[in-house]
């Protein structure tokens, strides 16, 4: 546990990031993911996309003064019991936020704030300006309690760091979620979904770290009626394994089998809004990552293809 202890219909949850009106990823994505779980959501919008399964056609960033206007009449009157943010768009827009929750935390806010610093679509848009890294580095890493990066977007704040990596096995992946804690001063889940793993190299990686807690996720629990009924798409030899690197040490791996889909579209935001979701309840970071990437894999599984694209997975109640 977290702290206090509360019920899901008792959380109110904040999402800061921009709009997908395809209704697969960003906003739509995190209050779908806020009600699956039984919260309350509310939503600040950094931009509105023009979007589909295929492609992100135009971004339109919001005025940052109106974003921060936006934060400061949801947090005056309904008190979120977590935060997420997404896509911050623009150095602007993600100062403007950094400044209005750091006010925030000094006024006595204790609640967690989860970072997604989304960078680039699958699709291959640019969903924040490389000159946005160095504000969510100094500003806004050192406020979340945690910071949940994709493989590029892990190697793009490292490389604005003059520390280029190219993450290529578990142990860059140690090493990059190592040093983004260390240089943002948070807690890091390093996500492993572009990243495929053998039980091999997980073994291996942790017979060298004794330390690492392993959580063998789905394939290999109780859970086979879930298994049986969809198991298409399912990988049992690749795997993908998520690293959560904690601030104040510990580091635990989270390994699943991966799942060979086009309906991932919305993926990093459903696990960022689901984590958020847990923190809010009070649960630890640890079970907090478990349960919401358990949620998102299964949200994968079980997704209808949806657009003509990488349609969106399924949020399930
Ligand atoms: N659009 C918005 C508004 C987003 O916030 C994100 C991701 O966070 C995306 C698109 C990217 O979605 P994906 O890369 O999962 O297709």
Redesign the pocket.
């Given at each position: 546990p977290n702290g206090t202890q509360r019920a899901a219909e008792n959380c109110s949850l904040l999402t800061i990031?921009?709009?997908?009106c395809s209704g697969g990823?960003?906003i739509q994505a995190d209050l779908k993911t806020f009600a699956a779980h039984g919260c309350y959501g509310m939503s600040v919008l950094t931009a509105l996309?023009a979007?589909n399964t295929m492609e992100?056609k135009a971004v339109h960033p919001i005025p940052p003064s109106f974003v921060g206007d936006q934060i400061r009449s949801v947090i005056v009157d309904v008190k979120p019991h977590a935060i997420k943010t997404?896509?911050l768009c623009n150095a602007e827009i993600a100062a403007e936020v950094a400044s209005v929750l750091q006010a925030y935390k000094h006024a006595g806010s204790t609640a967690p704030i989860v970072c997604?610093p989304?960078c680039v679509?699958?699709?291959g848009h640019t969903?924040l300006e490389s000159d946005s890294l160095g504000v969510l580095l100094r500003d806004i890493f050192p406020i979340c309690t945690l910071v949940t990066p994709n493989k590029s977007e892990a190697e793009l704040l490292l490389g604005h760091l003059d520390e280029p990596i190219e993450i290529s096995s578990l142990d860059n992946i140690l090493h990059a979620a190592d040093r983004l804690a260390s240089l943002g001063r948070c807690s890091v889940l390093l996500k492993g979904g572009h990243f495929v793993s053998t039980m091999e190299d997980v073994h291996d990686f942790s017979e060298r770290h004794p330390s690492l807690q392993v959580v063998k996720q789905n394939l290999f629990d109780e859970n086979m009626e879930i298994l049986q009924v969809v198991s298409t798409g399912l990988e049992p030899r690749k795997l993908v394994v998520d690293l959560l690197y904690e601030r104040n040490g510990g580091a635990t791996a989270y390994v699943r089998p991966r799942i060979e889909s086009t309906s991932?579209?919305?993926?990093?935001?459903t696990l960022s809004s689901a984590i958020a979701c847990e923190l809010a309840q009070g649960n630890s970071l640890r079970d907090a990552v478990a349960s919401a990437s358990m949620y998102t894999h299964l949200g994968i599984l079980t997704a209808q293809p949806i657009g003509k694209g990488?349609g969106p997975l399924n949020h399930l109640h």
């Open positions: 990031a921009g709009s997908d990823a960003g996309t979007q992100v997404g896509m997604d989304v679509s699958t699709s969903l991932t579209h919305g993926t990093g935001c990488n």
